[in-house]
């Protein structure tokens, strides 16, 4: 039965990310967002992670995504057509990244699970400290890796909305 959850949470998630890249209206982009993040709590819950569920439903679904709805309310942005000439290349470099993580997982499954994540080391100490003790212990790099992944979404931002500020001066 848990099994049967993970799957559609997995599947749920899966779909709904595809519709929040797919989809040209914003406001349906963000609900589409708004659904992943419930079912990506969802999948928390079935990992016995609770602690990362409060975290996802309140950081994320409560304070980051009303954010992004209430600053595509106030732009006023009903539809972006702009960037969809660059879908070829969005798609290659999505499938490089499918085929990464997909490789990463069959050499994970091969490997088996790390020491750090075994359960009698979440029933000794609480959900919270076993969190920062894996995080900053066994996946400090995968956790670099993704504040440096972040960091380029960022700038990248930055880049995309200086060229809009630019083109209207002129």
């Known amino acids: 039965?848990?099994?049967?959850?993970?799957?559609y949470f997995a599947g749920v998630i899966a779909l709904t990310s595809v519709?929040?890249?797919?989809?040209?209206?914003?406001?349906?982009?963000?609900?589409?967002?708004?659904?992943?993040?419930?079912?990506?709590?969802?999948l928390y819950v079935t990992l016995h992670a609770e602690f990362l569920a409060?975290?996802?439903v309140i950081v994320y679904a409560g304070a980051i995504?009303?954010?992004y709805l209430f600053v595509v309310m106030l732009l006023n942005v009903k539809r972006e057509d702009r960037y969809h000439a660059q879908l070829p290349v969005a798609g290659l470099l999505g499938l490089t990244f499918l085929t990464t993580v997909l490789l990463a997982?069959?050499?994970?499954?091969?490997?088996g699970a790390p020491a750090g994540t075994a359960d009698g080391a979440a029933g000794a100490s609480g959900n919270t400290e076993t969190?920062?003790?894996?995080?900053?212990?066994?996946y400090l790099f995968p956790f670099e890796i993704?504040?440096?992944i972040l960091l380029v979404a960022m700038i990248g931002a930055i880049v995309l909305a200086k060229k809009d500020?630019?083109?209207?001066?002129?």
Do not use: C, K, W
Not at 1 to 7: E, I, P, T, V
Not at 19 to 42: D, E, K, T
Not at 131 to 138: A, C, D, E
Not at 165 to 170: H, P, S, V
């Open 19 to 42: 519709l929040v890249v797919a989809l040209r209206n914003p406001v349906y982009s963000a609900l589409a967002l708004l659904i992943m993040f419930f079912h990506v709590a969802g």
């Open 165 to 170: 500020i630019g083109g209207r001066e002129t």
């Open 146 to 148: 993704a504040s440096l």
């Open 54 to 56: 409060a975290v996802q």
């Open 131 to 138: 969190i920062g003790q894996v995080l900053y212990s066994t």
């Open 105 to 111: 997982a069959v050499r994970f499954r091969d490997a």
């Open 1 to 7: 039965m848990n099994q049967f959850f993970f799957l």
């Open 65 to 67: 995504l009303v954010l």
